[in-house]
């Protein structure tokens, strides 16, 4: 792998995934508590309530993403055994639970790499898990 500058890629590359959602579809999901307590973490729910609608969209990509460089999707484990959290910077992370983090050792994953974008109607976010 040819090394680009701040490149912090190490390892070999084990999956990637990518996710595009339309934002009113998530809308009009989360105005259900019973899809929000699915899908969301408590910690990603109290994120979203401070941030809105695009960012449980962008939430719900990059899990999607995740699942996908996985490699199985949502097969084993559920959403919520993936959350995204945010660095003080702003930069997400992931975090595995249950399922998803049981996949992730089975893969020998050391680093997941992730961002997430959205622009009015779409949100996006793009996986490479090495």
């Known amino acids: 792998m040819k090394q680009i500058a701040?490149?912090?890629m190490n390892g070999s590359m084990k999956g990637i995934g990518c996710d595009i959602v339309s934002v009113s579809r998530i809308a009009a999901l989360i105005a259900d508590k019973k899809f929000l307590n699915k899908v969301y973490t408590k910690h990603e729910q109290n994120y979203i309530s401070g941030k809105?609608?695009?960012t449980a969209a962008g939430l719900w990509a990059a899990k999607e993403a995740v699942s996908k460089a996985?490699?199985?999707?949502?097969?084993?484990f559920t959403a919520k055994d993936i959350e995204i959290r945010h660095h003080e910077s702003g930069a997400p992370q992931i975090v595995l639970y249950n399922g998803a983090k049981k996949k992730s050792e089975l893969m020998d994953v050391e680093n997941i790499y992730i961002t997430i974008s959205h622009e009015k109607e779409q949100a996006?976010?793009?996986v490479v898990i090495e």
């Open 124 to 126: 996006l976010a793009f």
């Open 52 to 54: 809105g609608t695009q």
């Open 70 to 76: 996985l490699g199985t999707g949502f097969v084993g």
């Open 6 to 8: 701040g490149d912090k």
